[in-house]
């Protein structure tokens, strides 16, 4: 331990100190909230300060994922970039020579129109060109972009020539492009003030500590200057705003299966941070999927495309799926290509490939007039595809001595090469609609470095977890060694800058918090490492007697299977022997309806719904109350979705899915796993907490969690694929129950509506019904997954319409107390032990119920990072807390560490209550099942979110589907467990 470096005691003073301060500030104002109107107390209330840090647990020191970053400027000066389509190569000169001053008002010589759309890799060409002229101009200048809109420079740019020219020209052409490059929006980071807050943690400008985040022009151009470096080296991939994978010789790479198009890359991510006293450069090992580099004939085969010249095997319809597919992976692909320019030299260029050779990719106007496919083919090979040779002006033979007309690829590369091409392989398309230029597949390699969002498959995802899923210690060394190089800590232009990034991550006291007891009907139990396990235990609580249910197994029909329906329905009956004895009243003896639902790849909904309209006659149309089992033959996402879409919307019965192989096995576990779902959907209670803090304890306090959830890989457009939003609410004092409800909102709209009004209060109307008609005194809200960027949207727009649901139910001057904590499982913070005694023995992680709350945070905020469970393998990833709304806990318990450890404590003892694990979770309950109701609604919207890949935009379908709600009979259950 006496190599590891401890805490900087200065940073540690500053945090005490300010704490000091916030108790000073805080103590009479948190009394008088009481007695303040709304709008005084919501100004104490928001954004508080942080009233203490926590002091329960045994304190532990570890490392986290972050360097110090020391800033030496006092200013650095933040431009935005506006790059337009020039004028004729003359008109640009004679307006570059003439546009003079500092890019205010409208920019000279600046083109025809607006900004036009440059793709990415263009752009990154034109800024780069752009800024190697600046530099001429302004010799000794230093500044950084991010190669889309911003420019960062340590000095006040003259720009005397704005804007400035480039002229583009695309690799193995001779076009040539002109653009102008325009240095507008001049503003000044003020770093030296930034640097004063630090010393302090005092904004002279905001006394009210109102602004959050705070210097954000100032953090946005630290990470311009640091992002630069990797963002212009040729050999790494950059993606969105913060993470950077290295390709060249030595990257950390896997290929994603034997022949696979896809590949994974290990790369970082960072972002600078204010912490407290001190800038931090938060770092993180992350990994991202590729294209496999690799010749685009190899490809094919890898697809079995290579079919062409040899008849009818090309027509057929799975190689036609096959083909489909290959052009879309291609589409927007860029290859490096070698041919012979218009002077018959043999160069190598890049080229970016549209698809393959496809009479539906080729604009109408062109088919049969510059190009001709054979009729039975939608794709073809070189002897497939015909284009029209025209001979070139004052000539009239091509080819040598051949006639103007159609000629196969094949027959004009073999003239023009000396070589025929590969007839099996599909030709690529390296042109565009209106002008393609058909090029033989092998003679194409794909580039190295190029991302790819793409559905990844059951095996591709084993290959990539494995992959990515690293000891804590590996990621801590990649970080320490490799990330210098890879993120370019050591490179000239932040030296220039005057920006350091140390070289050792930072140690941090983090506290290990007891884990809680959990009780059952019959016996408590303590559970180790973050678990434990059910033996000869009953559930706490169990819900009203399953009287009504039944079983049912899925068939394929092209396997069949080994089992016999028998041998389902013997294990069938032990399982529901073992509910009886895990407290879990049944009948036993299941109805008789139809065991077997024989399907069909692809073909799922006809014969599942035909089932369920079996059992609705069955029952006479009454399903409330009626639960199914349902043996699946293996997992399967689509068979799963359309069982719970047609169970949860249209018939209303509880389903429990369980995998035969798994079930078959005849294991008191499954058994035990599957159980804890069934009891919870039936309003069963499966284990609470002992000695929960006292507003829980009184039942007084409802705790609520809400989520969104947006569409991904869709079109951004409005009308597609609605947001998705999960509510759930604790109905009393156990916590054990969170009945639910889901809706629709706009596409990709993250603060919620006025809806959530009316379905909060909804959630209140529960708790009444469950607690002798008494409304909460206290209502503790975790708001799962907004960034900081939206803290104050939160308290603006969505914290009135909770107010407004409240102020319905109850009455003047007997308002809850409200606080709200925002959730995030999806941050780059990382820690990792520092001893052999202080990790987990197995996945050597931190240990479960490990929680920081100093070191790198900002003592004016209240938050920390709580790591409840055990992580199996990998490195743990902590959940991050942050508190924006807070009428509670400083009222109730003072402002000082009772009112951060009963936080903590509540966040920590909500991660033992997921009802259907017996361990502790990663992130607190309410969030997690808000999070499992938002993919639940997901399933039930096939129609938005398992669009088939080739489709390209959702059509005939409205932007919300509101027929999609839950069924009448699952309304405030768990039916999403």
């Not at 284009?387 to 004009?412: C, H, I, R, S, W």
């Not at 800590?489 to 959990?518: C, H, I, M």
């Not at 019965?653 to 058994?671: A, G, L, R, S």
């Not at 005694?837 to 929680?851: C, F």
Request: aromatic share 8%; charged share 25%; glycine share 8%.
């Amino acid at each position: 331990m006496s190599s590891i470096p401890q805490p900087d005691n200065s940073i540690t003073e500053l945090e005490n100190r300010i704490i000091r301060s916030h108790q000073a500030k805080d103590t009479d104002l948190v009394k008088k909230m009481s007695s303040m109107t709304i709008t005084e107390a919501n100004a104490a209330a928001l954004m508080p300060r942080r009233p203490a840090y926590g002091t329960s647990g045994n304190k532990v020191l570890l490392w986290a994922n972050y360097f110090r970053l020391t800033v030496n400027p006092n200013t650095v000066y933040r431009y935005n970039l506006e790059v337009r389509k020039g004028e004729t190569k003359e008109k640009e000169r004679g307006n570059t020579e003439k546009a003079k001053g500092k890019g205010k008002g409208k920019p000279q010589g600046s083109g025809d129109g607006p900004p036009s759309t440059i793709p990415a890799r263009k752009l990154k060409i034109i800024l780069q060109h752009a800024i190697e002229e600046l530099r001429r101009l302004e010799p000794g200048a230093i500044v950084a972009t991010e190669f889309k809109s911003q420019l960062v420079s340590l000095k006040k740019l003259k720009l005397a020539i704005n804007p400035i020219a480039v002229i583009f020209k695309q690799e193995g052409s001779d076009r040539q492009e002109s653009y102008l490059v325009t240095i507008v929006g001049e503003t000044e980071a003020p770093l030296a003030d930034m640097k004063d807050y630090l010393k302090t943690m005092i904004d002279r400008s905001d006394p009210d500590e109102a602004h959050f985040p705070r210097f954000a022009t100032s953090v946005d151009a630290l990470g311009v200057i640091l992002g630069y470096a990797p963002r212009s080296s040729e050999q790494v991939t950059a993606i969105g705003k913060g993470r950077f994978f290295p390709w060249g010789p030595g990257a950390a790479s896997a290929q994603l299966g034997y022949n696979d198009p896809l590949t994974a890359i290990r790369g970082y991510f960072q972002s600078v941070k204010l912490g407290t006293g001190r800038m931090l450069l938060n770092v993180n090992v992350t990994h991202g999927v590729f294209k496999t580099p690799v010749n685009v004939g190899e490809l094919c085969r890898w697809f079995r495309v290579a079919v062409f010249g040899q008849g009818d095997p090309a027509a057929a319809k799975n190689t036609r799926m096959r083909l489909r597919t290959l052009s879309k992976f291609l589409a927007r692909t860029r290859v490096l290509v070698k041919f012979r320019d218009s002077n018959n030299k043999e160069i190598t260029g890049k080229k970016t490939i549209l698809g393959l050779a496809d009479r539906f990719d080729v604009s109408q106007s062109v088919l049969g007039r510059d190009v001709l496919f054979q009729p039975e083919f939608n794709h073809g090979g070189p002897r497939e595809v015909k284009f029209n040779l025209q001979a070139p002006e004052g000539k009239d033979k091509v080819m040598g001595n051949k006639p103007p007309g159609f000629y196969t690829v094949d027959q004009y590369w073999t003239w023009k090469y000396g070589k025929a091409p590969d007839k099996t392989m599909p030709l690529v398309n390296l042109g565009s609609r209106d002008k393609p230029m058909f090029f033989p597949a092998e003679q194409c390699t794909i580039m190295p470095g190029q991302a790819v969002r793409s559905k990844l498959t059951g095996d591709e995802t084993t290959v990539m977890l494995d992959f990515a899923c690293r000891s804590p210690f590996a990621n801590a060394m990649s970080l320490t060694i490799d990330s210098c190089s890879a993120l370019g800590f050591d490179s000239d232009l932040l030296s220039g800058f005057g920006l350091e990034v140390d070289k050792k991550l930072l140690t941090v006291t983090g506290r290990e918090l007891a884990p809680p007891p959990v009780s059952y009907k019959n016996k408590d139990i303590t559970a180790r490492a973050g678990s434990w396990n059910m033996n000869g235990v009953k559930v706490a609580k169990s819900g009203r007697k399953i009287d009504a249910w039944t079983w049912v197994r899925i068939i394929d029909n092209d396997k069949g299977s080994y089992v016999t329906t028998d041998d389902v329905g013997r294990i069938v009956g032990n399982f529901s022997r073992f509910l009886e004895t895990s407290g879990i009243p049944i009948n036993q003896q299941s109805a008789a309806t139809p065991r077997e639902i024989r399907v069909s790849p692809g073909n799922y909904d006809a014969p599942i719904d035909n089932w369920f309209a079996g059992l609705k006659r069955h029952l006479q149309g009454n399903t409330k109350n009626y639960f199914l089992l349902v043996v699946l033959p293996r997992q399967d996402t689509a068979l799963y979705g359309t069982i719970k879409k047609l169970a949860d919307t249209q018939y209303g019965v509880h389903t429990i899915c369980v995998v035969e192989k798994t079930f078959m096995k005849d294991n008191p576990q499954t058994y035990a796993n599957v159980g804890l779902k069934w009891n919870l959907k039936n309003g069963g209670v499966n284990h609470i907490v002992k000695n929960p803090i006292d507003i829980i304890k009184a039942g007084t306090t409802m705790v609520v969690g809400y989520d969104v959830t947006h569409p991904t890989n869709m079109p951004n457009d409005k009308n597609a694929a609605p947001s998705l939003v999960g509510l759930v609410a604790s109905i009393d004092k156990d916590m054990g129950q969170w009945p639910a409800v889901a809706w629709e909102q706009n596409s990709r709209q993250e603060m919620l509506g006025d809806e959530l009004a009316g379905h909060f209060g909804d959630r209140l109307r529960l708790w009444m019904k469950h607690n002798q008609n008494r409304l909460p005194e206290y209502i503790v809200i975790y708001r799962d997954g907004v960034s900081e960027g939206q803290f104050t949207q939160v308290l603006e727009i969505e914290l009135p319409m909770i107010r407004k649901a409240c102020s319905k139910l109850y009455q003047a001057g007997r308002k809850p107390k409200l606080s709200i904590i925002v959730s995030v499982k999806r941050h780059q913070t990382r820690f990792y032990p520092t001893s052999e005694q202080t990790m987990d023995p197995k996945s050597r992680n931190i240990r479960s119920g490990t929680v920081v709350d100093r070191g790198v945070t900002q003592a004016r905020y209240w938050d920390f990072f709580l790591t409840a469970h055990t992580a199996l393998k990998g490195t743990a990833r902590p959940a991050h807390y942050t508190v924006l709304l807070d009428e509670i806990f400083r009222g109730k318990y003072g402002v000082g560490e009772t009112a951060a450890n009963n936080l903590e404590k509540l966040t920590h003892d909500l991660c033992y209550l997921f009802g259907r694990a017996t361990k502790a979770v990663s992130i607190c309950p309410p969030a997690y099942y808000a999070d499992i109701v938002c993919e639940r609604a997901r399933v039930h919207r096939p129609e938005h979110f398992d669009a088939p890949d080739t489709a390209s935009s959702i059509s005939g379908v409205s932007g919300l589907t509101t027929s999609r709600r839950v069924h009448d009979n699952l309304k405030d259950t768990m039916y999403y467990i």
